[in-house]
């Protein structure tokens, strides 16, 4: 059953761990899935794919219940206080369950002891898209900002994402590069305000951006995978555009 959701995104499905006991054959009613982020993110776009195809397998509806904020504690919280009883998973991701516990210092759950993790979906490089005022290449548009410290800022899904932090993780690969950061509530705002023009770069998965991408509204410099993708092969990875050897961010 797990390879049949084997998506491009490794995303990590969860469910609180405080006992699970059915007294009849399971599922003999709708299953609520939680996601961590707003509508029209990649966590959303691939938690509805995955609903559409279990609620398929499963024979009950699959109701998706988006619950963003607080890094996900807001997700996280609600799926360790529902009934333990296998209807409510939660959709997490890289951010909820790998990075939350190290990133906050008084985290509100312990992303590996609270819940059981029951299948790992796919994974998604993370791409760095500016508008299409700025530089064709992701070398000049570094050398650009370089020239103008301060001037420039990058949007993401949010503080402390896994997407804020693949900002940041480009910036240090480039001797610190002065952009600042500019953090949205989910994709869902943080592509829009590139598209308007709000930021000049945004980092987001390549699923989120695609599209945008190829309608000409945005483009994509370079992604943070090994190696290019074979459903965007005109884009480079930011190894092959800025000459590193070892810069590498993919999302779960």
């Known amino acids: 059953m797990i390879n049949k959701f084997s998506l491009r995104f490794f995303f990590i499905f969860a469910i609180s761990i405080l006992g699970i006991a059915w007294a009849q054959e399971y599922p003999v009613k709708p299953i609520k899935m939680i996601v961590p982020f707003p509508p029209a993110g990649a966590a959303d776009l691939t938690a509805r794919i995955v609903m559409k195809a279990l609620s398929e397998d499963l024979g009950q509806p699959v109701i998706i219940d988006n619950r963003g904020g607080a890094d996900g ?151 943070g995978s090994s190696k290019r993708f074979l459903i965007a092969p005109d884009i480079p990875t930011v190894n092959e555009a800025l000459g590193l050897k070892n810069f590498e961010t993919m999302a779960w």
């Open 73 to 223: 504690a807001i997700a996280g919280m609600a799926t360790i206080n529902s009934i333990a009883d296998g209807y409510t998973l939660l959709f997490g991701t890289i951010s909820t369950h790998g990075l939350y516990n190290l990133l906050n210092s008084k985290p509100q759950y312990d992303a590996v002891k609270d819940f059981s993790h029951v299948a790992m979906i796919g994974e998604a490089p993370v791409g760095f898209a500016v508008h299409p005022s700025m530089p064709n290449t992701l070398k000049e548009f570094v050398q650009l900002v370089r020239s103008n410290p301060t001037k420039y800022q990058y949007g993401s899904a949010g503080e402390g994402t896994f997407l804020h932090i693949a900002g940041e993780q480009l910036k240090l690969a480039n001797g610190n590069l002065p952009i600042q950061h500019i953090p949205y509530r989910g994709s869902g705002q943080s592509l829009p305000a590139l598209m308007a023009g709000e930021v000049s770069m945004t980092a987001d998965t390549l699923s989120v951006l695609i599209h945008q991408h190829r309608a000409g509204k945005i483009r994509i410099l370079g992604l």
